[in-house]
């Protein structure tokens, strides 16, 4: 059904939106207790800061990351000599895929957080966790519907992400030629029409199957594990 | 009072009053040139000029989609033909506007010496980095640098180092940030981008004149159109397209 | 002994409570807002004071002073709550065991199979907590409390979610509770029958301060506790033992230092010492000992005081020989019946007024 090249090109997206997500979970999560749990100065302005992704166009996205993650960028030049390099590699693609995602995930993970109440961490404190395990034992485990929720958002985003990857990373097949990028380029090419409309649907597809999972996941968890007992 | 400042606003605003609006879809190369010369078209004739710039193909597909261009000027014969063949500009408008030099650049700082010849081998000087293009297989300026170096040679080799980018001014940015270290980009561009210098530029003969074709599209209604296709086609125009680096066709 | 001398502040309520005390049971006695749950949060240590001193025994839980602050899960102290806070998506098993597991082997002085019993939670153990009723939620959360081998017990208005039903029978618990288990209890409530049954040493806190502590008895019949309990609570609260009971119809009659009570059936033995609350409401007066009255108890007490010029109503202070009981009248009967300090009178109780919740155990 389809070819070696289009299962390449999904594999690719695949590896790109995965590693993505893998890569930012950790980061959401801390972020989006931070946001639900804290107060500090400043935080309207972090807030902010975390949406900025869902607001700004994505090629102003890209530029960013180019300017930063760039072998000449600042945190680029920190992780050359580790051997990272992001630019023109799926890493950089993934990168891109997942800042795009994040404000998404983060903010399902922190309404869900937020549903949780605080005076069960406490409980769990009097009984004598710490806070760590508090947080791994009865926040996190009872925000887990929000943490899935968050993560199929940001894996569906990912999947369809385009304008900050073609500016960060370019389009150069098996690196950084995502579904997104190999439709584009197929409707550059007269005649590539077919080809376009074929990895479309397929794309299509995919960001329905996990949407249509992420709404089964809500659904098939007890809505009365979100609030206490 | 205020009818009289009425009455002086209408005045100064005659020469506008049946002014005509005429929009231009340009290839990204030309922009600070086109830009200049339609702005003397402006102040003289009184009309205003929008001018939309992307990679050829883009614009092109986008005329066949109907957007509302009144002149499509390419960056090479290709997307005119393209343009033309689906009967969509006005026949006999076509006219060529300018040429143009394809050259390899290096950033500003880098000490590459390349001598362009058959059998130079480019992918040594690469090493493990990539070469910046405008997409080869759709922007004419990649399509040019596809020939170019295929007629040399080269091509093979530097196919898999390739960072395709969406249009030659997005390419000329990766050679100018550093990001590659080598790039092919048209010498209009290496001239308006400090950041960069030219290594070498690619002998005649490797590629297609670089030519740009400009039509005036069926669609346009305004006689500004005709009027600004003139404009752009005679000597002033090309004087200031001269001082930017383009040659005459 | 338990010791406590804090000062906090959050927002606008200010709370500056000190008090002291060793008995099995304290009560925090209060009205809603008035400070006694942010006490019992800072003993826990889920709240902090500005300043101030918590120690229970020779652990020095809260030193202002001496930059000392445990965090809550170094603080041995359990808790129960009036939600009971059970983890929703943890069975019953699952939340007893979760303080238990985190208490080391040699700390543990609680036997899990004893408490299980105690409480009666056995037939629940895999259930979840959504699943279960609000009387079974705060036993498994008193269970929860215990298995962690807490030194202190601190339950925070643990009846107030629940029916009347539900109340008398976990109320029953907590003072098995009292009397098997030898921990220190704080008890909170708004409730002035729990505190009556309950402790023996109460401490009344209001705005935020403490107003009274002392003995149960003696503090509950203080008139000024009107405002920390409403004005319908007044009554007094009289230390007694159980004289004889009356099979055929089913009544008891307490001695107490002034005379006896007659009082529907309470479940005790003769000897016992309980404590009855006697509501200033059902009290009423009479200048001459009536007869032919369905009333049972009719004592000779002598007026003490009398209370306000003002208003419908006026609250009478009486001794019944040494022990003070209080009368609620209306003023045209005390100007009636020309009451004055010093004048002896009858008082007389409706042996039904005294029912369950108005007797204690001590």
Known sequence: MLTAAELEIIALSLKVALFGLAASLPFAIAIAFLLARKDFPGKTLFDAAVHLPLVLPPVVVGYALLVLFGTQGPIGRLLEPLGIVLIFRWTGAALAAAIMGFPLMVRAIRLSIEAVDPRLESAARTLGAGRWRVFFTVTLPLAASGVITGALLAFARALGEFGATITFVSNIPGETRTLPLAIYTYTQVPGGDAQALRLSIFSVLLSLAALAFSEWLARRRHPADARHA | ?249 | MLEVDIALRRGSFALQAAFRSDAPIVALFGRSGSGKSTIVNAIAGIVRPQRGRIVIGERVLFDSDRGIDLAPEHRRVGCVFQDALLFPHLDVRANLAYGERLTLPAERFVDRERIIALLGIAPLLHRRPANLSGGEKQRVAIGRALLASPRILLLDEPLASLDGARKAEILAYIELLRDEINLPIVYVSHAIEEVTRLADRVVVVAEGRVVAEGDTADVLSRPELNAASGRSEEGAVIDARVASHDPRFELTTLAFAGGELVVPNVDALPGEQVRVRIRARDVSLALERPSRLSIQNVLEASVVSLGGEYGAIVDVELRVGATPLAARITRKAACDLGLVPGQRVHALVKAVSIDRRSVGFA
Not at chain 2, 32 to 53: I, M
Not at chain 2, 66 to 73: E, L, R, S, T
Not at chain 2, 138 to 164: C, R
Not at chain 2, 220 to 243: D, M
């Open chain 2, 1 to 249: 009072m205020r009818r009289i400042a009425a009455l002086i606003a209408l005045i100064a605003l005659a020469p506008f009053a049946w002014a005509d609006h005429v929009t231009v879809f340009a290839a990204a190369s030309l922009k600070e040139a086109l830009d200049a010369a339609v702005h003397s078209f402006e102040s003289s004739s009184g009309n205003r000029v929008t001018v939309s710039y992307a990679g050829s193909n883009a614009l092109a597909r986008q005329v066949e989609s109907g957007a509302p261009a009144d002149i499509f000027i390419s960056a090479d014969t290709d997307w005119i033909d393209y343009v033309e063949s689906r009967n969509l500009a006005v026949p006999g408008s076509r006219k060529t506007l300018l040429g143009n030099d394809l050259v390899l650049i290096a950033p500003a700082a880098s000490r590459v010496q390349v001598k362009l010849a058959p059998g130079v081998d480019i992918a040594a000087i690469l090493g493990d980095r990539r070469i910046a293009l405008a997409n080869p297989d759709a922007v004419p300026a990649g399509k040019y640098a596809k020939t170019a170096f295929t007629a040399l040679g080269a091509w093979n080799a530097i196919e898999g180092k390739v960072a395709a980018a969406d249009n030659v001014r997005a390419a000329l940015a990766l050679v100018a940030r550093g990001e590659t270290p080598l790039g092919v980009v048209y010498r209009t561009d290496a001239m308006a981008e400090k950041n960069v210098r030219v290594v070498d530029a690619f002998p005649a003969g490797t590629h297609p004149p670089i030519v740009y074709p400009m039509v005036v599209l069926k669609r346009s209604t305004t006689p500004a159109a005709t009027a600004l296709a003139a404009y752009l086609a005679g000597p002033e125009a090309h004087a200031t397209f001269a001082k930017f680096g383009f040659s005459a066709p």
